[in-house]
Protein backbone atom coordinates (compact mmCIF):
# COMPACT_ATOMS: atom_id res chain seq x y z
CA UNK A 1 0.00 0.00 0.00
CA UNK A 2 1.08 3.49 -0.98
CA UNK A 3 -0.13 6.75 0.05
CA UNK A 4 1.13 10.20 -1.37
CA UNK A 5 -0.27 12.88 0.58
CA UNK A 6 -0.14 16.89 -0.77
CA UNK A 7 -1.42 20.08 -0.94
CA UNK A 8 0.12 21.60 2.19
CA UNK A 9 1.22 25.18 1.93
CA UNK A 10 1.24 28.33 4.02
CA UNK A 11 -2.10 30.12 3.86
CA UNK A 12 -3.11 33.32 6.18
CA UNK A 13 -5.46 32.54 9.18
CA UNK A 14 -9.15 32.17 8.20
CA UNK A 15 -8.00 30.81 4.93
CA UNK A 16 -8.40 27.30 3.73
CA UNK A 17 -6.20 24.12 1.66
CA UNK A 18 -7.32 21.47 0.65
CA UNK A 19 -5.11 17.79 1.10
CA UNK A 20 -5.56 15.40 -0.83
CA UNK A 21 -4.61 12.01 -0.56
CA UNK A 22 -3.58 9.11 -3.46
CA UNK A 23 -3.69 5.70 -2.67
CA UNK A 24 -2.33 2.70 -4.04
CA UNK A 25 -1.55 -0.99 -3.68
CA UNK A 26 -4.94 -2.79 -2.90
CA UNK A 27 -8.86 -2.55 -3.30
CA UNK A 28 -9.17 -0.30 -0.42
CA UNK A 29 -13.09 -2.28 0.58
CA UNK A 30 -13.95 -2.39 3.81
CA UNK A 31 -10.46 -0.23 4.93
CA UNK A 32 -10.62 2.93 6.75
CA UNK A 33 -8.91 6.35 5.73
CA UNK A 34 -7.56 8.66 7.88
CA UNK A 35 -5.66 12.07 8.71
CA UNK A 36 -3.34 13.19 11.72
CA UNK A 37 -1.53 15.75 12.06
CA UNK A 38 1.75 16.50 14.13
CA UNK A 39 2.52 20.24 15.43
CA UNK A 40 5.85 21.02 16.58
CA UNK A 41 6.60 19.95 19.92
CA UNK A 42 3.20 18.11 20.27
CA UNK A 43 1.94 14.50 20.23
CA UNK A 44 0.63 12.87 17.15
CA UNK A 45 -3.57 13.94 17.06
CA UNK A 46 -5.82 12.30 14.78
CA UNK A 47 -7.67 14.60 12.78
CA UNK A 48 -10.82 12.73 10.86
CA UNK A 49 -11.43 9.25 9.07
CA UNK A 50 -13.59 8.11 6.64
CA UNK A 51 -15.11 4.60 5.78
CA UNK A 52 -14.26 3.75 2.06
CA UNK A 53 -17.61 1.77 1.53
CA UNK A 54 -19.95 4.28 3.02
CA UNK A 55 -18.42 7.21 3.52
CA UNK A 56 -18.92 7.85 7.32
CA UNK A 57 -16.64 10.37 8.55
CA UNK A 58 -15.20 10.66 12.12
CA UNK A 59 -13.69 13.80 13.26
CA UNK A 60 -11.54 15.19 16.32
CA UNK A 61 -13.53 18.15 17.84
CA UNK A 62 -10.71 20.55 16.66
CA UNK A 63 -11.93 19.78 13.27
CA UNK A 64 -15.32 19.60 13.69
CA UNK A 65 -17.42 22.70 11.85
CA UNK A 66 -13.92 23.44 9.77
CA UNK A 67 -12.73 20.42 8.65
CA UNK A 68 -14.20 18.28 5.92
CA UNK A 69 -12.99 14.70 5.08
CA UNK A 70 -13.99 12.56 1.69
CA UNK A 71 -12.83 10.11 -0.83
CA UNK A 72 -13.05 9.74 -4.84
CA UNK A 73 -13.60 5.45 -4.78
CA UNK A 74 -13.04 6.02 -8.65
CA UNK A 75 -10.25 8.32 -8.35
CA UNK A 76 -8.71 6.09 -4.99
CA UNK A 77 -8.01 9.52 -3.08
CA UNK A 78 -8.70 11.29 0.06
CA UNK A 79 -9.57 14.85 0.45
CA UNK A 80 -9.20 17.52 3.61
CA UNK A 81 -11.09 20.05 3.17
CA UNK A 82 -9.50 22.98 5.58
CA UNK A 83 -11.33 26.37 6.23
CA UNK A 84 -11.06 28.85 8.83
CA UNK A 85 -7.83 28.02 9.25
CA UNK A 86 -5.89 29.25 12.75
CA UNK A 87 -2.58 29.94 13.33
CA UNK A 88 -2.67 26.54 15.49
CA UNK A 89 -3.74 24.23 13.13
CA UNK A 90 0.25 24.49 11.46
CA UNK A 91 1.41 20.89 11.76
CA UNK A 92 2.57 18.24 9.00
CA UNK A 93 -0.81 16.07 7.94
CA UNK A 94 -0.14 12.72 7.44
CA UNK A 95 -2.29 10.29 5.76
CA UNK A 96 -2.83 6.95 6.80
CA UNK A 97 -5.33 3.54 5.90
CA UNK A 98 -5.96 0.18 7.92
CA UNK A 99 -8.30 -2.16 7.61
CA UNK A 100 -11.69 -1.89 9.20
CA UNK A 101 -10.46 -5.12 11.25
CA UNK A 102 -6.91 -3.45 12.75
CA UNK A 103 -6.83 -1.96 15.77
CA UNK A 104 -4.39 0.70 14.61
CA UNK A 105 -4.03 2.71 11.11
CA UNK A 106 -1.45 0.60 9.33
CA UNK A 107 0.20 2.38 6.45
CA UNK A 108 0.93 6.38 6.42
CA UNK A 109 1.78 8.68 3.51
CA UNK A 110 5.29 11.20 4.27
CA UNK A 111 3.00 13.92 5.45
CA UNK A 112 2.51 17.46 3.83
CA UNK A 113 3.39 20.62 5.59
CA UNK A 114 0.27 23.02 6.54
CA UNK A 115 1.37 26.48 7.78
CA UNK A 116 -1.13 29.15 9.36
CA UNK A 117 -0.10 32.85 9.28
CA UNK A 118 -1.63 35.21 11.96
Known amino acids: VQLQAFGGGLVQARGSLRLSCAAS????????MGWFRQAPGKEHEFVAS????????VSADSAKGRFTISRDKAKNTVFLQMNSLKPEDTAVYFC????????????WGQGTLVTVSS
Open 96 to 107: ATKSSAARNFQY
Open 25 to 32: GRTFTNWI
Open 50 to 57: VTWNLGTT
